[in-house]
């Protein structure tokens, strides 16, 4: 029988560590206690948060509604000539999957080493680091529909994935709830060493020929040095997402800040990076109040203790009003803001 607990905190179940309550909160652990919890007409009507690891969202008020936490656990692989099927549950810590990979050779996620959060995260943000986003290993996901208490498995094309973005946070939002995931891997690598800082991570250690572990190790490290680790100072790591602006507005920004990093973006734009945006307008190690950005990394915003929901938000606007004045461009959160 489902328990449903009632005035529950909420501040151990989200990375940035704010102090929220939930009305009412259930642990599903296994898929057919949502089809269980889902046959009570009160909780089709309730507003819910679906809460994995917590990772990436922003909690600024109490939850009124059901904070559903996804604690469906597992690992299977399966190899079919030099695919290698993998799937987890969404329970499972994102980074102990990728671990699970890399230790079983099985290449494709070896960029995406030390991502904070949840299997059944990973999907819904399309998340993605050093060259790499979940697309690129994607197979499929197994998911519940809360109007009609169906299953269905979406497929890559299904979940429409764009840069940090997919079908679940768009047309779909808040309409399934994904329960396990599967991923298509390979068991011969094909490393993708395109981001300067793993190149040069990899000399600096003398690592002339990688491995995926070597990879791993090398992102990892790479994170940590610029990103600061929750359980010592509360944050949900990249709070903006790197802007992606038309060549033209490229150009006139360019001529004004010509050594402004860019990359590529998608259909002829130009990503920018956030985080030297921010940076250039002071905000780097800054403290106002509880709240601030990181002393190594301008896109991360930390909770230096006892900082609500809402200053973490005023500080976000603040930050996001400011690279628009000195810019002309507009930033846009990353995480969920759960008000």
Same mark, same amino acid.
């Given at each position: 029988?489902?328990?449903?607990?009632?005035?529950? #905190?909420?501040?151990?179940?989200?990375? *940035?560590?704010?102090? /929220?309550?939930?009305? *009412?909160?259930?642990? &599903?652990?296994?898929? !057919?206690?949502?089809?269980?919890?889902?046959?009570?007409?009160?909780?089709? $009507?309730?507003?819910?948060?679906? +809460?994995?690891?917590?990772?990436?969202?922003?909690?600024?008020? !109490?939850?009124?509604?059901?904070?559903?936490?996804?604690?469906?656990?597992?690992?299977?692989?399966?190899?079919?000539?030099?695919?290698?099927?993998?799937? /987890?549950? /969404?329970?499972?810590?994102?980074?102990?999957?990728?671990?699970?990979?890399?230790?079983?050779?099985?290449?494709?996620?070896?960029?995406?080493?030390?991502?904070?959060?949840?299997?059944?995260?990973?999907? &819904?943000?399309?998340?993605?680091?050093?060259?790499?986003?979940?697309?690129?290993?994607?197979?499929?996901?197994?998911?519940?529909? &809360?109007?009609?208490?169906?299953?269905? @498995? *979406?497929?890559?094309?299904?979940?429409?994935?764009?840069?940090?973005?997919?079908?679940?946070?768009?047309?779909?939002?808040?309409?399934?709830?994904?329960?396990?995931?599967?991923?298509?891997?390979?068991?011969?690598?094909?490393?993708?060493?395109?981001?300067?800082?793993?190149? $040069?991570?990899?000399?600096?250690?003398?690592?002339?020929?990688?491995?995926?572990? !070597?990879?791993?190790?090398?992102?990892?490290?790479?994170?940590?040095?610029?990103?600061? !680790?929750?359980?010592?100072?509360?944050?949900?790591?990249?709070?903006?997402?790197?802007?992606?602006?038309?060549?033209?507005?490229?150009?006139?920004?360019?001529?004004?800040?010509? @050594?402004?990093?860019?990359?590529?973006?998608?259909?002829?734009?130009?990503?920018?990076?956030?985080?030297? +945006?921010?940076? $250039?307008?002071?905000?780097?190690?800054?403290?106002?109040?509880? @709240?601030?950005?990181?002393?190594? $990394?301008?896109?991360?915003?930390?909770?230096?203790?006892?900082? @609500?929901?809402?200053?973490?938000?005023? +500080? #976000?606007?603040?930050?996001?009003?400011?690279?628009?004045?000195?810019?002309?461009?507009?930033?846009?959160?990353?995480?969920?803001?759960?008000?």
């Amino acid at each position: 029988m489902l328990q449903i607990e009632e005035n529950v #905190s909420l501040k151990n179940l989200n990375t *940035f560590g704010i102090e /929220a309550k939930a009305r *009412f909160f259930v642990e &599903i652990n296994h898929e !057919d206690e949502l089809t269980e919890l889902f046959m009570d007409q009160q909780w089709q $009507q309730t507003e819910r948060l679906i +809460l994995g690891g917590g990772s990436n969202m922003l909690l600024v008020n !109490d939850f009124g509604g059901l904070v559903i936490r996804m604690n469906i656990r597992g690992i299977e692989h399966r190899i079919n000539h030099t695919n290698v099927f993998v799937e /987890a549950g /969404a329970g499972e810590s994102w980074n102990e999957l990728v671990n699970y990979c890399v230790d079983h050779n099985f290449a494709g996620m070896e960029n995406l080493s030390l991502i904070p959060g949840s299997v059944g995260a990973s999907p &819904i943000q399309n998340i993605g680091a050093y060259g790499i986003e979940l697309k690129d290993v994607f197979e499929s996901c197994h998911t519940f529909e &809360i109007a009609t208490g169906n299953f269905k @498995t *979406f497929n890559k094309e299904e979940c429409q994935f764009g840069y940090r973005e997919s079908v679940f946070k768009s047309a779909l939002k808040r309409q399934y709830i994904i329960t396990t995931v599967k991923f298509r891997l390979s068991t011969t690598p094909n490393l993708n060493l395109s981001y300067s800082a793993i190149e $040069q991570e990899l000399n600096s250690r003398g690592i002339i020929q990688p491995t995926l572990k !070597d990879v791993s190790k090398v992102v990892s490290a790479i994170r940590v040095s610029k990103l600061p !680790d929750p359980s010592t100072i509360g944050n949900s790591g990249s709070f903006f997402k790197n802007p992606i602006i038309s060549a033209q507005q490229f150009e006139a920004v360019q001529q004004n800040y010509p @050594t402004i990093p860019h990359y590529p973006g998608n259909n002829g734009g130009v990503k920018l990076a956030a985080g030297w +945006l921010i940076e $250039q307008c002071g905000w780097k190690g800054k403290t106002i109040g509880h @709240t601030g950005t990181w002393k190594n $990394q301008a896109l991360v915003l930390v909770n230096h203790g006892g900082a @609500t929901g809402q200053e973490v938000y005023n +500080l #976000s606007s603040q930050i996001i009003d400011s690279v628009y004045s000195k810019f002309g461009v507009m930033l846009e959160r990353e995480v969920n803001i759960i008000q």
